[in-house]
């Protein structure tokens, strides 16, 4: 099944004097799908999801989203995350998704719903300067989430929260997306991106490195290493393994590359039925940070 293209970036570009925050991207993203931008810091995220959003512009390229060019009308479809959340310390909770609803032009009916998902509704009338970093930001979350957006756009959604919070966070992102909730996901941690994202575009001084499947990156990462007493006879058997890319001998070690995930008891009785004995058999994990490190380095 085709999956809709509810966002295309074409060549966006921006510079702020001598630098090019932001140069030549494009990539797409489809219905449904959350997708991470990935990248250290400085490398043009938040300037990307700012030209996206129309709070800045881009001084080359397009961009459109569901199909057309940005409008007002398309904005409403369109929840952030963009700065740290800002909303008034004495008011409670309600009191300010409230206020957040009537800027938007976005009923009151959701208030209770968004509260409920973000899991401050036990703390909704409590007024937003007793709440904790942790809580302000889900307080941001749901206020994001009014009006049911199709699309939530959220930069570095956990940073500065502990690892009880940064779970909370990732635990009401993925519930947002399981809902059917498109998500475009700006952050430097890898792990972050790994954990929740389905697809990435890795980016570093404003240039696309990288864009793809997390599960592809990973897979084509993976190697498993093997050896028997007869190396020319094992590297020829495992050429036939469905799936099999490439293989180097190093060593006395032969380490094989694959196109998707393998586990080593498959390959063990693979090559038992061939007639061969391995003497050792092991997996090389690589992980996406190891391979986004190498991306980074290949690059002058
Ligand atoms: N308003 C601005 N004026 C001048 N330079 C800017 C401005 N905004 C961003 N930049 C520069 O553009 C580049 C990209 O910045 P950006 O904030 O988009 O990076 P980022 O990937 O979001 O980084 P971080 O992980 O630190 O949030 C940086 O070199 C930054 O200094
Ligand atoms: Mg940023």
Request: charged residues 20%.
């Amino acid at each position: 099944m085709q999956v809709e293209t509810i966002l295309h970036v074409e060549k966006l570009s921006k510079r702020f004097g001598k630098i090019r925050a932001v140069n030549q991207l494009s990539f797409e993203v489809g219905r449904g799908q959350v997708f991470g931008i990935l990248g250290p810091n400085g490398s043009g995220k938040t300037t990307t999801l700012s030209m996206l959003l129309d709070l800045i512009p881009p001084d080359d390229g397009t961009f459109s989203w569901f199909g057309q060019p940005p409008s007002k009308d398309s904005r409403k479809r369109i929840g952030s995350v963009i700065e740290s959340p800002n909303f008034f310390p004495y008011l409670d909770a309600v009191t300010n998704l409230k206020i957040v609803a009537d800027i938007k032009d976005k009923p009151y009916d959701d208030i209770d719903e968004v509260l409920q998902l973000s899991g401050l509704y036990e703390r909704r009338f409590s007024k937003f300067r007793t709440f904790s970093f942790g809580m302000r930001q889900r307080l941001a979350l749901a206020s994001a989430l009014l009006g049911k957006p199709e699309v939530m756009i959220l930069d570095e959604p956990t940073n500065g929260l502990d690892p009880q919070g940064i779970a909370q966070i990732r635990d009401l992102i993925s519930l947002v997306a399981s809902r059917g909730t498109t998500i475009l996901l700006a952050s430097h941690l890898l792990d972050e991106v790994q954990k929740i994202c389905s697809y990435v575009v890795v980016l570093r001084k404003g240039v696309m490195l990288f864009s793809g499947n997390v599960r592809e990156v990973l897979a084509v990462s993976d190697s498993i290493e093997m050896a028997s007493s007869d190396m020319p006879v094992l590297a020829a058997a495992i050429a036939e393994f469905p799936g099999f890319l490439a293989s180097t001998a190093i060593n006395g070690i032969l380490q094989v590359h694959f196109d998707r995930p393998v586990v080593t008891s498959e390959i063990n009785t693979f090559l038992y039925i061939k007639g061969i004995v391995l003497s050792h058999l092991s997996e090389k994990k690589r992980s996406l940070e190891q391979h986004f490190l190498e991306l980074l380095q290949d690059t002058p």
